[in-house]
């Protein structure tokens, strides 16, 4: 698996997308809490996935690669030909340190999102996925990344617990 790292493009463009999910709740859905769920837990997925299969050989690992891959791409590309700018890379995050029951959460959770995106209403598809690709790009970079992957990886661990205590 290639070598994961962020630009400040990339990051941008994470950003950017959240941000016009944040006009699009606030202007469209008339800030309805309940039009606003499947964005931020999506985002936070992204984030999960991206800090627990940074690296990894494996389908998450390689879905991740290709969305950071594309994300850099395109936020270089508009930070740097677009406006002029430059793009240095940003990473600073490292694989999170989940355990066997962590890392089953995330295979359950990426269950519930591929349903999701399988059987949701159209509207919710287009949040997951790109709340999904926000989190992936917003989540290596420096201060995201260590904010972010104490509680995910600890949530995700804790739930992992609870999991292989009831059926383990």
Known sequence: MPYMAINLGGVALGVGIILLFAM?????????LGAL???VLSVLYGMLAALAALGSVSALGGITWIAL????????????WGVGGQAPDVTRAQQLVLTDGGYVIVFLITLVLIGLLKWGPQQS?????MGCCAGVLVALSGNVAGVAAVPLGSGANMAGIAFTGAFG
């Open 69 to 80: 891959w594309a994300g850099n791409v395109a936020g270089y590309a508009g930070l740097v």
């Open 125 to 129: 598809k287009t949040k997951i996925l």
């Open 37 to 39: 769920v499947p964005f």
């Open 24 to 32: 699009r709740w606030v202007l469209r859905e008339k800030r309805r």
